[in-house]
Each structure stands twice: as C-alpha cells, then as structure tokens.
C-alpha cells in the first residue's frame, strides 16, 4: 500500500497558499485491506474511505470510463493494479494532477509544476471532454487564481466550447451547477467565473438573462467591496426586471435567501433617491423591503446597493438615512396610538401615518 497527498493540497501547497482540505490516493490496496485498518467506507459508487482519526478521505486509486452522458455517467475500476499515474489522468487540471509523498517529493507525470510557473490553466488529456463539470470547475479556478495572473489555456477553452456545443451541460444538475456557481461567487474575482462561461457559450445555457445585461460588470465592480456571496448574486442580476430576476435565481434554484435578495435588489435600487425625498415612498420602500419587521433582506439590500457603488459617500450617506428612518418607523408601536378604539385596517392606516410622520421628521434633519 502507497499513499500520496493528492490534488488541490499539493497545487496550494506548490503555490505557497493555505489549504483547509487533504484528499489522499491509496496505491496497491483493497476495500477489505481499508476496513481491516480501521477507515470507514463512504462511496458508494467508487471506493473513499474516511481515516479513522483525522477523518480525511482516502481514496482508492481508480480510472473511469464514460458510459453515459453527465457528469454521474462513469463506469469507475478500483483494485490494486492501477497505478497512481492512471489515477492522476483522470483529472481535470493539470495543476490539480500532482501527487507528493511522505517525504515531500512532488509526482507530477502531467507537467503541473510548469504549468503552475506558466500561470496556466490546461486539461490533463483528451478524456477533458467527458465531464461537463470541468466547463464550471475551470472557470470557478480562473475566478480563484485570476489576481496570481492565471489564464486558461487555449486548447482547453477549445474543449470547453466544444462540451457546451455538444449539450452536455443540459445533463447537469441544477443542485451541481448552483455548487459551483456559489463557490465561485466566494472567489476574490467572481466576475471572472460569468466571464469564461460567457467566453465558451455556456453562459447562454445556464443564465441566458446575463447576455443582455450589464450584470457581469457590475459584479465585478461590487465584490471588491463585500464578501456576502447573496449580495453578489443579487448585484450580478440587479440590472434585470424583478421578474427575470426571479426566474433567473429560480432556474439555478439558488437557496431562498439568494433570490429573496436578488428581487429585492432588482425590484428598489432605482427607488431609493426618490424615496429620500418623500416620506410616503420611502415608507412604501421600507415595506416592500419587510423591513419594519426583520433585519433581512433590508441589510442585504443596503450592503448590495454599498458595494455596487464602491461605498461612495454620497452611496454611504444615502443608506445611513435610510437606516435612520427605518429605525424611526420602528419605533411605532400599536400602543402609540392614542385612540383604544381602533381596530383592524383603521389601526393598521394609522400606525402607517405616525411612521411616515417620524421617517418625514427624519428625512427633513
């Protein structure tokens, strides 16, 4: 048995970057062998087993075989005959097909290291084009690694083209691409991600709404100025109606706090000037947003519309009286309200009139 860091530990590793994960190949072993050590299987379709202390995943060294179109359509052959150099063909990225011993010693059989010095973004072997995934991991990796100057390579983005020419990214999971897509809009340059689909046409695939909007750019202007990955969804779909907004976020069935953002943002950005300037619309503002009730999406909506305007003063300025009269409407109670005898839609007309009086007494300070 032989046992060797594998993928993205060695990749970080090589570039001087801290890495949270350590995947691990195992050579010349068996599913018994493993059990009798102590891992615990977890795979069900191709042998990962899990180190009884340090919990990690260790992997049997295998090689796949397409059988079926997607992502899930690989024949996978585990046993201890197959070698760690076969086991590394089957990856995606040359830079993620490096291997290192106990002793620090790097396997690179597909050139990774120069790849690395190259700043290059390559596939591994022809065998690139089987796996529609590789279409969104490349373009999430040139998101990671875009502010170090990597690129994709040409012919690798030929093969990209040619996946999403083939229509295999319609046999994706929707569940699968969101994955990709909310760690790429972690990354320092998420921007980059919308751009590289664009680049191979699957951009109009998956998000077709984008081609037609100034959303990438508006990204790429908002993430300097906030980590919140719901912010920059909602900034990447602001330019869109309220409703594509909707059914954008929807198609890539983005979790419900991505989309409530994102049509909120869509639906008020524009609305905010006006509804400095008049009590009645900026109490129209506060309700559409729920937020005389609960804190989200209201602070959303505030971070988005911050970093979209790269926390200028004037932007900084604007949403700090809109806070200032959010906490002025609040106040209000039903116990405020002086006359005991109303009740139902006339209570509710006149808790509304005392909060726009305190959010017009704010507005004019």
Known sequence: MEIYRVGGAVRDTLLGHPHHETDWVVVGSTPEEMLTAGYTQVGR???VFLHPETKEEYALARTERKTAPGHQGFAVHADPSVTLEQDLERRDLTINAMAMDDDGTVIDPYRGQTDLKAKRLRHVSPHFV???LRVLRVARFAARYHHLGFRIADDTLALMTDIVAAGELTHLSLERVWVETEKALGEQHPAVYW???????ALAVLLPELEVSQ???ALART???TRRVDARWAALLADLPESRALKASKRLKAPRRFTLLATKVSAWRAEVKAALRD?????ALLVGLDALRRDEPFEGFCYTLLAMEQNAPEAERSIQLLREARTAAQAIRATDIADEGLAGPNLGAAILAAQIDRIRATLRS
């Open 45 to 47: 379709d191709f042998p």
């Open 215 to 217: 959303g990438i750019a």
């Open 223 to 225: 993430a300097p100025g």
């Open 195 to 201: 751009q590289v689909l664009t680049d191979c046409g």
């Open 130 to 132: 089987e796996d529609p």
């Open 279 to 283: 009590a009645e619309s900026c109490a």
